[in-house]
């Protein structure tokens, strides 16, 4: 059985976009027993014991607000999405397993690994700029890099939705983009 719930914070907004704030059916049913969650939609499905059956929830809202991290954690995944999952020095779009972190100060030159330093490339053009600097070769990243926001990286979660949306969601997804006319 793949019934996910979606989890909102207590404002009804997601914990997360990317990766979409998701519970296994079983976590959010033990949630929904210890009154940590409410639930806003259902599956059809429904599961059962001896004495009760209740509706598989699909849609759940914490109780308890969980405030959010103002500094991102940094990570190689937060700096693609911070990147938008592009190569800064050629604007190619890769999938991470096609994407590398370049030093724009390179290590051997003195350079921090450090949200300031740290870009996403792509292997192509790790490679062609080496441990060079970006004006001894005449690579400079499109961006110039900076620690971003949890708001900034929530923002740019919203521009990947994962493969499967389910219908009932969608109310809790995306709620203030802009409407087709």
């Given at each position: 059985?793949?019934?996910?719930?979606?989890?909102?914070?207590?404002?009804f907004r997601p914990l997360s976009y990317f990766p979409l704030s998701l519970w296994s059916?079983?976590?959010?049913?033990?949630?929904?027993c210890l009154d940590r969650v409410s639930v806003l939609n259902e599956y059809d499905a429904e599961v059962r014991s001896p004495s009760c059956s209740m509706r598989l929830p699909s849609v759940i809202a914490l109780r308890e607000y969980v405030p959010t991290a103002r500094r991102p954690a940094f990570t190689r995944f937060n700096v693609f999405l911070r990147d938008n999952f592009s190569c800064q020095y050629c604007s190619d779009?890769?999938?991470?397993?096609?994407l590398t972190f370049d030093h724009v100060i390179p290590r051997s030159k003195g350079g921090r690994t450090t949200w300031e330093n740290v870009i996403t490339a792509c292997g192509t053009c790790n490679l062609l700029k080496a441990d060079h600097l970006p004006q001894?070769?005449?690579?400079?990243?499109?961006?110039?890099?900076?620690?971003?926001?949890?708001w900034e990286l929530q923002e740019n979660g919203r521009a990947f939705?994962?493969?499967?949306?389910?219908?009932?969601?969608?109310?809790?997804?995306?709620?203030d983009v802009e409407l087709e006319t």
């Open positions: 059985m793949h019934y996910p719930s979606l989890v909102l914070n207590a404002d059916w079983q976590d959010t049913i033990k949630a929904v779009q890769l999938p991470t397993h096609e001894e070769i005449r690579m400079f990243p499109r961006r110039r890099p900076a620690q971003p926001t949890t939705p994962p493969n499967y949306l389910h219908e009932s969601w969608r109310d809790y997804l995306y709620w």
